[in-house]
């Protein structure tokens, strides 16, 4: 076989042992040992009749044949005494073909069972391709670039729960030299690919696919990370809660399972609802997530109960383990009874309560029919992600509240006026029927075959600011306290102890409660101790140092807010600024066409336009009409973008905006819904156009990582060819008026779900 990749690269690749028989002679003639000589010399003779073991191979057969001889070979790199300890084979250069396996790697693969196959893990075909080019700068060209790519294995136990495996690689038996259809790049051709990693087109250009050997043996080594790996999986899961995202995270009880080595476990998760006293589920999640314990406090308890067990969890929020329900002498208040765990296949199990200022927000469970599956060394691995936890709830929370401001700025706004007349028509009629004593039903407003216009431009990355903007807040604070306790008698000693640790949590090991503690021990302690020094006859320093530190303090919640208030009012001024720009610009489309307008605000600005015969049919229409108003949207979002750079830099914080615009040539119907007193769009075939709007806002290119959107650029996302050209033109305007630069991308994006065939354009805005 001459490809021994599954993946395309640039390496024709060759099994060798020659560097090692290499290293081999050097013993036998030079070394002074002659044991080692001996050796050495005995392995060669061994080895002197299989001539390919020196040249090279490609049939992976040759290693099965003489496994006994690789072995012997490979026997100072693989000591017997380490066998039962390291993971560790030999491998074919970055391939998922290994051999000559240490005891303890034998024992991981047999456990996965004979149908498993080893893979590397989560690796794009582009990345791998450009990475082995990056090999052959190192080794052949001698440029240090540090190509730190990590690998992983990911291996199923016996128990079936998967574990995950860094791999380290010695290549010190490898070298990568050219063939004759080999492209030698120069020193500036190299510089230039390193300044386009990502173009993965380039590199196979100066890189042509098997235009280069790889030959040689390595050394793999694993090392068991699932903590690690599991860990990095649940931050990024829990980040991801969004009001938006319809999609659940299905794999992340499987997440849990590896990261608590527990092979049968349940997770749930409700929120707290804090007006009604009452726990609720994500209905998101509502399939993935298993309530057991929770779904008895929602279902069995009685409200009074409930809320009676609320109020002691904002007293007493401790988490509650129980590694074996047979060892338990007596039941745990508020708990299910023994019955009812046995009914629901429950001997192990963590209820933990998740605390933000000292009251509930959410709970947590985690459940398992084998017992002592769970302990305090398991709660204790909570610690390392409860604040991920809280950051993604507080996310959601926040989120959703502007969401529901958004929705309620949307559906109870006033009638635009391009459609009043229609409402006007209709209260008519009910007025003219009510003088006359007769019985008139008002009619439903409906607006059909309109063409739609979609666009927003995005405040990037606010929710992640916030919780670090916390962080500084909360550090700036602790540096205060610290100062003016550094000058106060011996009584604050132990304040400054408890600083310390406070500090320490925040930098290093953050816990969900930890914000919450810190508030309590400033209301309840360090707050009134400050207020007493204000009291008595304390110097002139200290007393200032107090009164500048309360002015610092936000009176609603005893914290530092500056950093986090500027957020607030960063977002609060580019909304306004950028609602300004739009409605101005509204007043202008008005003339191009009457057409039915709603914008709203939630972190940046989302707009919809609705434009047809049936608007104004007093007035000539035609699809003319449509492509001044995109030409006008286009230019008013490079405006909003304009005017946007030129205020960014008197914001409180630095932020930015990320602008698309969505390109729909089906027509669709708009009507006024009676009960909820707005418009939405009609009928389940025009569903999907708003299915689209929704799920653009975090899609990503095509086989990429990166978002369609990108801050300073404009995306303009459409279906077919036809929309590719009218904007191609409108684009070129706005070029050669000195609005958008020429860099224009032509872009794939992502399968959504439910949404294939999405193409985009994207390009930047002069600078």
Not at 310 to 325: M, Q
Not at 575 to 588: F, G, H, I, T
Request: charged share 30%.
């Amino acid at each position: 076989m001459s490809d021994l990749y599954k993946k395309d690269t640039p390496f024709q690749v060759y099994i060798s042992f020659g560097r090692y028989l290499d290293v081999l002679e050097h013993i036998r003639y030079n070394d002074r040992l002659e044991y080692r000589v001996n050796y050495a010399e005995s392995l060669i003779e061994k080895t002197k009749n299989f001539q390919e073991l020196r040249d090279g191979f490609q049939d992976t057969s040759l290693l099965e044949k003489n496994e006994d001889l690789i072995r012997l070979l490979l026997a100072d790199l693989f000591p017997t005494g380490l066998t039962h300890n390291e993971i560790k084979a030999a491998s074919i250069p970055l391939s998922n073909i290994t051999f000559n396996y240490t005891e303890r790697f034998k024992a991981i693969l047999k456990d996965a069972g004979k149908d498993f196959s080893i893979e590397l893990r989560n690796i794009d075909d582009d990345e791998f391709y450009v990475f082995c080019c990056c090999l052959i700068l190192q080794s052949y060209f001698k440029r240090d670039i540090k190509s730190n790519l990590p690998f992983y294995y990911d291996i199923p136990n016996r128990q079936g729960v998967m574990k995950h495996y860094k791999i380290s690689v010695n290549a010190d038996f490898t070298e990568v030299y050219p063939t004759e259809d080999a492209r030698i790049p120069s020193e500036e051709v190299i510089d230039m690919l390193l300044e386009n990693l990502d173009d993965f087109k380039l590199w196979k250009k100066y890189f042509p696919s098997k235009s280069w050997i790889l030959k040689g043996f390595s050394i793999v080594s694993l090392v068991d990370c699932t903590s690690e790996v599991a860990l990095s999986d649940l931050k990024s899961s829990m980040i991801q809660i969004d009001p938006e995202n319809i999609k659940p995270d299905e794999n992340l009880v499987e997440i849990f399972k590896s990261y608590f080595d527990v092979a049968q476990l349940s997770f749930g998760l409700m929120l707290f609802n804090k007006k009604d006293q009452r726990l609720e589920k994500l209905p998101i999640y509502e399939n993935v997530f298993t309530n057991h314990i929770l779904d008895f406090w929602i279902n069995t308890f009685d409200a009074e109960t409930r809320k009676k067990t609320f109020t002691n969890l904002n007293y007493n929020s401790r988490p509650i383990v129980v590694s074996n329900i047979e060892n338990l002498d007596h039941p745990i208040k508020s708990l299910p009874s023994f019955s009812i765990l046995r009914d629901n296949h429950i001997n192990s199990f963590m209820v933990i309560p998740i605390m933000k200022d000292g009251e509930l927000m959410a709970m947590m469970e985690f459940t398992s029919p084998i017992a002592n599956s769970f302990n305090g060394l398991k709660l204790k691995k909570m610690e390392f992600f409860t604040d991920m936890i809280l950051f993604s709830l507080n996310r959601f929370s926040f989120e959703k509240n502007y969401q529901i401001e958004a929705i309620i700025q949307r559906e109870y706004t006033t009638i635009h006026d391009s459609v009043v007349w229609k409402f006007r028509n209709e209260a008519e009629k009910y007025f003219n029927a009510s003088l006359s004593k007769k019985i008139y039903t008002l009619k439903q407003i409906s607006f059909k075959n309109l063409t739609p216009l979609f666009g927003f431009s995005d405040i990037r990355s606010s929710s992640e600011k916030r919780y670090y903007l916390m962080l500084e807040d909360l550090n700036r604070q602790i540096g205060c306290l610290h100062d003016i306790f550094l000058i106060i008698n011996s009584e604050s000693e132990k304040y400054l102890l408890a600083l310390e640790i406070f500090e320490y949590e925040l930098n290093n090991e953050i816990k969900a409660d930890t914000e919450q503690r810190f508030q309590r021990l400033l209301r309840d302690e360090i707050h009134p101790f400050l207020q007493g020094q204000l009291e008595i006859k304390s110097s002139g320093e200290i007393k200032s140092k107090i009164k500048d530190y309360f002015a610092q303090v936000f009176i609603q919640n005893d914290l530092f807010y500056t950093q986090r208030k500027s957020l607030d009012d960063s977002i609060t001024l580019v909304n306004r600024k950028l609602a300004d720009v739009l409605d101005q610009a509204q007043l202008e489309a008005q003339q191009i066409f009457p057409h039915y307008y709603e914008r709203f605000k939630s972190d940046g600005i989302e707009h919809n336009l609705y434009t047809g015969q049936n608007i104004a049919p007093d007035l000539h229409y035609s699809f003319k009409i449509v492509h001044k108003l995109r030409y006008w949207q286009l230019n008013t979002i490079c405006n909003m973008e304009r005017e946007f750079r030129n205020f960014k830099k008197d914001l409180p914080l630095d932020l930015d905006i990320a602008s698309l615009i969505f390109v729909y040539n089906e027509k669709i119907d708009i009507r006024f819904r009676m009960d909820e007193k707005r418009f939405d769009v009609d009928g389940a075939y025009n569903s999907y156009y708003e299915v689209i709007k929704k799920r653009l806002d975090k899609a990503h290119v095509k086989d990429s990582a990166d978002r369609i959107t990108c801050p300073g650029k404009i995306t303009v996302v459409y279906f077919g060819m036809e929309n590719q050209r009218e904007y191609l033109d409108y684009i070129g305007r706005l070029q050669k008026k000195g609005i958008l630069q020429n860099d224009i991308e032509f872009l794939k994006v992502e399968d959504l779900q439910g949404i294939t065939g999405l193409l985009a354009l994207r390009v930047s805005l002069a600078q």
